[in-house]
């Protein structure tokens, strides 16, 4: 299944006209509501999948934990993104769409939002690549802080960009990054030969810096 769905969550009134949410996705952008839930379809859905989706969808079953985050988007809504190409038909023969799972991933556009999901999603990529690569190699302890603080560093990204508070979300994202950028140095004094996947690293945690300090 290589379809994957996306969440961002906002209670800015902005975003729910037409013309904002096109500022944000993208003039390919397709919108349907379900309550306070705005789902973006990036992909270029059928109308039939775009209705599966819209009808289907239940903030019940998207955020199934009681965490006080899961509670909170349940009830101000926000954006359910669907991006990526479509998976071919699943075994019984119908179109394979989706267990909705909370990843970001990214399609080509340029608007900043969807350029955040790209960078997540690279991120996501290069830090499994990494890890991997490291299994073998490495010491406990330091394969230990890479997954600690690489592997599991998109999920964090999405946690601290979820917070509720404005100040300690920036602040989160900051002691993450840093935090990221020791360990990688780290791994790269110990093992120079994988240089070039630390610098995917590096270059797509340079990006959602970028792009999550200016938004």
């Not at 379900?34 to 819209?54: K, N, Q, Y």
């Not at 909705?100 to 955040?116: D, H």
């Not at 509720?164 to 994202?173: A, K, N, Q, V, Y």
Request: glycine share 6%; proline share 5%.
């Amino acid at each position: 299944m290589n379809l994957i769905q996306n969440l961002i969550v906002t209670d800015e009134d902005a975003f729910e006209s037409e013309d904002a949410l096109r500022r944000v996705y993208g003039d390919d952008a397709v919108f349907s509501r379900v309550g306070v839930f705005t789902l973006v379809h990036l992909d270029s859905p059928t109308p039939e999948i775009i209705a599966r989706r819209t009808s289907e969808f239940d903030p019940r079953e998207f955020f199934v934990d009681d965490c006080p985050l899961c509670q909170a988007s349940r009830s101000h809504g926000g954006h359910i993104v669907f991006s990526g190409p479509h998976d071919e038909d699943s075994d019984d023969g119908e179109a394979s769409d989706d267990v909705f799972a909370p990843v970001y991933a990214a399609t080509p556009l340029k608007a900043p939002a969807v350029e955040l999901l790209r960078a997540l999603d690279r991120l996501d990529v290069a830090a499994d690549e990494l890890v991997c690569e490291l299994e073998p190699i490495a010491s406990a302890g330091l394969l230990k802080r890479a997954i600690e603080d690489i592997g599991f560093l998109h999920d964090r990204f999405v946690e601290s960009m979820w917070a509720e508070e404005t100040i300690d979300r920036l602040e989160l994202f900051e002691q993450q990054l840093t935090r990221a950028l020791s360990t990688l140095e780290l791994v790269f004094a110990a093992h120079a030969p994988l240089g070039p996947v630390v610098r995917r690293v590096e270059v797509a945690l340079e990006t959602i810096a970028g792009i999550w300090r200016g938004l």
